[in-house]
């Protein structure tokens, strides 16, 4: 079975710093995908950006990027010029390219941007 | 922009008794889900429902729960008779495939059982 590991539980920066959330996966998969997500106040699940395994390269959207390395099975975000608006709990969750079309996701990093 | 709403925001039910959680998925997707988020913990997978059928389910879908596409446009989930540790969040999400496409998720049903 597939696990998400965030080891992070809280972290918290300053406005228009750049933090990094980490995130590790389990997988004997080799198609597969990842995605970020934000909760906000507002309980909402939004997607915040997602990569594809077989993609080398690493997925970017505006000021959300990842560090995939599929090897170390690591995909952390990166928020540069962070804001207040990106304060939420970030999830990273886990997809198999086959079979069960279901998100398994890690346990959460609540994030704090301070101005 | 299309969204996936539910109904209640917040639901608070006697230990044994019936609850429904009510979604209306966005109106093109083919793909429903039910996920749950007990207090502090991870967001779990309970059930994934395509062509008017469950297409998998995890452990925590025992016999207590029930999915249903009454009318075509909503997608309702039945919790037949509530224990104390069925309290979360329950979200529901619709995607219009079902690989490499985003899951849009709802705000969240809050139940609380006492």
Not at chain 2, 27 to 47: A, D, M, T
């Amino acid at each position: 079975a597939q696990t998400v590991t965030q080891s992070q539980p809280e972290m918290s920066v300053q406005e228009a710093e750049t933090v990094t959330l980490s995130c590790t996966y389990d997988t004997s998969e080799n198609n597969y995908y990842l995605f970020w997500y934000k909760q906000p106040p507002s309980r909402q699940m939004i997607l915040v950006i997602r990569q594809e395994a077989y993609k080398q390269q690493n997925a970017t959207e505006n000021r959300f990027s990842v560090n995939f390395q599929k090897a170390a099975k690591s995909f952390s975000l990166k928020i540069s010029d962070s804001q207040l608006g990106d304060t939420a709990m970030y999830f990273c969750a886990f997809m198999g390219a086959w079979g069960a079309q279901k998100l398994v996701f890690g346990q959460g990093t609540r994030l704090t941007i301070n101005p | 922009e299309p969204e996936v709403t539910q109904t209640p925001s917040h639901q608070v039910t006697q230990m044994g008794q019936e609850v429904i959680l009510r979604c209306v998925p966005i109106s093109n997707h083919l793909y429903f889900y039910w996920y749950r988020q007990i207090l502090g913990q991870k967001v779990e997978f309970l059930v994934s429902f395509y062509n008017n059928e469950i297409s998998e389910k995890s452990e925590i879908f025992d016999d207590q729960f029930s999915v249903e596409r009454p009318d075509g446009s909503n997608f309702t989930l039945k919790i037949r008779s509530t224990k104390l540790e069925d309290s979360a969040m329950y979200f529901c999400a619709s995607s219009r495939g079902q690989v490499n496409t985003e899951a849009f998720f709802g705000q969240g049903t809050r139940l609380t059982v006492v």
